[in-house]
Each structure stands twice: as structure tokens, then as C-alpha cells.
């Protein structure tokens, strides 16, 4: 069975400062990883992926991921954040061969002052 | 840029009735699945569907639940006799087109369920 940790419930930052919400997750099979963001009132949107190849994956709205097999980790990184990344962001895994499924982490809730 | 809706945006109601979820997924997604996050909680995999049959389901989808494509647009979750515990806010994703799962799911705005 497949898990995600998020350790960080709420990272508070200020304007145009950098961030990384840390994300780790277990699994006995190979795996794909997913950040997914969620602003107030809305969906979840995904922000960034990683099936295969470069571990350094970008995405979305500056954000970039490194996904780091030997620490089973996948941390979310943006050299400087506007007021606007303020949203809950949540690190999720599903198993590369087989299950359809997406397992969450708890969420991260990203709070930029300004 | 197409989108999964879903309605209502908020549900109440009392223990012991029954509700249906609906969304409407992406329209040339053939793959849709459920997910609930109770307040405070992980988001939490509740059931694939894929060629009008269940693909694959988690414990927490009991004989309680059901889904349903009653045409060739909706996607529908109907809880039978509502609990406290099923006071949740309730996702639906679609992915794939025909022949290709797809590893990407889209999600919806999702449905608040509150039961009293």
C-alpha cells in the first residue's frame, strides 16, 4: 500500500521569498507523483507531474519539483511567491503499473503575506 | 479549456436520507472516480468507473454507495441512508480518452455534503 506525508500542515511566507513544501511517500512499486493545488472555493488543479526521466520536473506558475528516489521524496519549490500562490497544496501518488487511484498527502496550506 | 463540474455546490441534509452527487465530467473522458475529503483529513479515493462498470473501489465503498452513468454526460454518486460521518466534501475526476487511461485526472469543484 501506498502513503504520502506531508509534514508541514501550514508554511507561512512572505511576498517574493522562496518556498518548498516538503512531500515524502512510500510504495513497494514504482510510482508517479503529482502536486496538485487548491485555491478557496475551487478544485483541485494540477500543478506538476513526474512519470519518467528528468527528476527535475516543472510546472505551472513558476513551481518546480525534484523527485529524489533514494530519500522517496518529491518537494515543491518556487524561488519567489506572489500573494496569489496563497491556496492548499496537496503532494499525491499512484502506482505506475496497476491502480487507478490517487493517494493524497494531508495538504500543505500556503499562506503568502505580503 | 473544458472542465468537470459538479452540483450542488452544497448539500444538506438529515441522517437516514438518501443523496445524489452528480457531476459532469470532461466530454471525451471515458474514466471517472470519486474522492471525498472529510474537514480536516487526507483526500481519500472512494471509486473508479469505466465502461458503465466499477474498476476498482476503497473500503470506505460499501453497499451504502453507488454510482451511475445515466446518460452520456452525468456521473453520479448516491449515498443511500446518509450518516454523520459522510459530512464531507466530495470530488469527482474524469480522465482518459478511448484506448488510454491517461495518468492525469481532472477534478471538479466538488460537493459539500453536510449531514445532521
Known amino acids: 500500500a501506498q502513503s504520502v506525508t506531508q509534514l508541514d500542515s501550514q508554511v507561512p511566507v512572505f511576498e517574493e521569498a522562496p518556498v518548498e513544501l516538503r512531500c515524502n511517500y512510500s510504495s513497494s512499486v514504482s510510482v508517479y507523483l503529482f502536486w496538485y493545488v487548491q485555491y478557496p472555493n475551487q478544485g483541485l488543479q494540477l500543478l506538476l507531474k513526474?512519470?519518467?526521466?528528468?527528476?527535475l520536473v516543472k510546472g505551472i506558475n513558476g513551481f518546480e519539483a525534484e523527485f529524489n528516489k533514494s530519500q522517496t521524496s518529491f518537494h515543491l519549490r518556487k524561488p519567489s511567491v506572489h500573494i496569489s500562490d496563497t491556496a492548499e497544496y496537496f503532494c499525491a501518488v499512484s502506482d505506475e503499473g496497476g491502480s487507478e487511484k490517487l493517494v493524497f498527502g494531508k495538504g500543505t496550506k500556503l499562506t503568502v503575506n505580503p | 479549456e473544458p472542465e468537470v463540474t459538479q452540483t450542488p455546490s452544497h448539500q444538506v441534509t438529515q441522517m437516514g436520507q438518501e443523496v445524489i452527487l452528480r457531476c459532469v465530467p470532461i466530454?471525451?473522458?471515458?474514466?471517472f472516480y470519486w474522492y471525498r475529503q472529510i474537514l480536516g483529513q487526507k483526500v481519500e479515493f472512494l471509486v473508479s468507473f469505466y465502461n458503465n462498470e466499477i474498476s476498482e473501489k476503497s473500503e470506505i465503498f460499501d453497499d451504502q454507495f453507488s454510482v451511475e452513468r445515466p446518460d452520456g454526460s452525468n456521473f453520479t454518486l448516491k449515498i443511500r441512508s446518509t450518516k454523520l460521518e459522510d459530512s464531507a466534501m466530495y470530488f469527482c475526476?474524469?480522465?482518459?480518452?478511448?484506448?488510454?487511461?491517461?495518468?492525469?485526472?481532472?477534478f471538479g469543484p466538488g460537493t459539500r455534503l453536510t449531514v445532521t
Open positions: 513526474y512519470l519518467s526521466g528528468s527528476t
Open positions: 466530454s471525451n473522458h471515458l474514466y
Open positions: 475526476a474524469s480522465s482518459g480518452t478511448s484506448g488510454y487511461r491517461g495518468v492525469e485526472q481532472y
